[in-house]
């Protein structure tokens, strides 16, 4: 081979080809973008309603759970103002039905999709998460190991080393931020119920999760637990296996 070949194999870029979905993996991940559509048209009624109460001086806690107060404090506006904040009330509800309805829709294909039931054995992933990882999920073998696999989500920190010193900054963010965002919602949920965990039981051992909340802060944390999620999900899919705590 001379030399021009050799440079030619050497930069050529590594191709990653897509296999071409099913019909049922098409139509499950449409589920989950027409839900993850509807969230976010959600978010935007809850907070155009907290803007439009605040200007009569009624405030309300941010957060999802506090739609209720937020809803029944509406209902303390002037009456010239009622019937536009009214509609959008209305509107927040349909909604609300719409998500209920596809989110049951996505929780009856996952229990029909023995990939999707055994990455939902994983703590933190649940039933919206395993259907959409085993959805999207292109084949393994493309990824060398799990550190690829979270490479490929964006969760691995970007490199910044020079003079034989490595510098870490924050993750590459690149990827599917759909999947993302569900391992770190559910990196989350893990962490809120270690925090009652350690709370109620002062004779637990700690373990890697604890040793890291007592050092970084939660977010931080997050991240990195979600790093290992993604890790474990690349290994069960791999191997065929269901969740072993040996895993994680």
Same mark, same amino acid.
């Given at each position: 081979?001379?030399?021009?070949?050799?440079?030619?194999?050497?930069?050529?870029?590594?191709?990653?080809?897509?296999?071409?979905?099913?019909?049922?993996?098409?139509?499950?991940?449409?589920?989950?973008?027409?839900?993850?559509?509807?969230?976010?048209?959600?978010?935007?009624?809850?907070?155009?309603?907290?803007?439009?109460?605040?200007?009569?001086?009624?405030?309300?806690?941010?957060?999802?759970?506090?739609?209720?107060?937020?809803?029944?404090?509406?209902?303390?506006?002037?009456?010239?103002?009622?019937?536009?904040?009214?509609?959008?009330?209305?509107?927040?509800?349909?909604?609300?039905?719409?998500?209920?309805? &596809?989110?049951?829709?996505? #929780?009856?294909?996952?229990?029909? =999709?023995? +990939?999707? !039931?055994? /990455?939902?054995?994983? *703590?933190?992933?649940?039933?919206?998460?395993?259907?959409?990882?085993?959805?999207?999920?292109?084949?393994?073998?493309?990824?060398?190991?799990?550190?690829?696999?979270?490479?490929?989500?964006?969760?691995?920190?970007?490199?910044?080393?020079?003079?034989?010193?490595?510098?870490?900054?924050?993750?590459?963010?690149?990827?599917?931020?759909?999947?993302?965002?569900?391992?770190?919602?559910?990196?989350?949920?893990?962490?809120?119920?270690?925090? &009652?965990?350690?709370?109620? #039981?002062?004779?637990?051992?700690? =373990?890697? +999760?604890? !040793?890291? /909340?007592?050092?970084? *802060?939660?977010?931080?944390?997050?991240?990195?637990?979600?790093?290992?999620?993604?890790?474990?999900?690349?290994?069960?899919?791999?191997?065929?296996?269901?969740?072993?705590?040996?895993?994680?």
């Amino acid at each position: 081979m001379d030399a021009e070949a050799i440079c030619e194999a050497v930069t050529r870029p590594t191709m990653r080809f897509v296999p071409v979905k099913s019909v049922e993996t098409q139509a499950a991940l449409l589920d989950h973008k027409t839900r993850d559509f509807l969230v976010r048209q959600r978010t935007q009624i809850i907070n155009a309603i907290r803007a439009h109460i605040g200007e009569f001086g009624i405030v309300v806690a941010k957060g999802i759970q506090n739609v209720e107060r937020l809803i029944a404090a509406a209902r303390n506006m002037p009456e010239a103002a009622r019937a536009a904040v009214d509609m959008m009330a209305e509107q927040l509800q349909g909604t609300q039905d719409r998500i209920d309805a &596809v989110t049951a829709r996505i #929780a009856e294909s996952q229990a029909d =999709d023995p +990939l999707a !039931r055994r /990455l939902a054995t994983v *703590p933190g992933v649940g039933a919206i998460s395993s259907s959409a990882f085993a959805a999207t999920t292109p084949d393994v073998s493309a990824f060398r190991s799990g550190r690829d696999y979270a490479a490929w989500l964006g969760l691995t920190p970007r490199a910044h080393s020079s003079g034989g010193k490595e510098r870490l900054g924050r993750i590459s963010k690149a990827g599917n931020r759909y999947l993302r965002r569900l391992l770190y919602l559910g990196a989350m949920a893990r962490i809120s119920a270690r925090r &009652v965990r350690r709370t109620t #039981a002062t004779n637990a051992t700690p =373990d890697w +999760l604890d !040793r890291m /909340l007592d050092r970084k *802060p939660v977010k931080v944390v997050a991240i990195a637990l979600a790093n290992r999620m993604a890790r474990t999900i690349w290994a069960l899919i791999q191997r065929g296996d269901s969740y072993r705590a040996s895993l994680a």
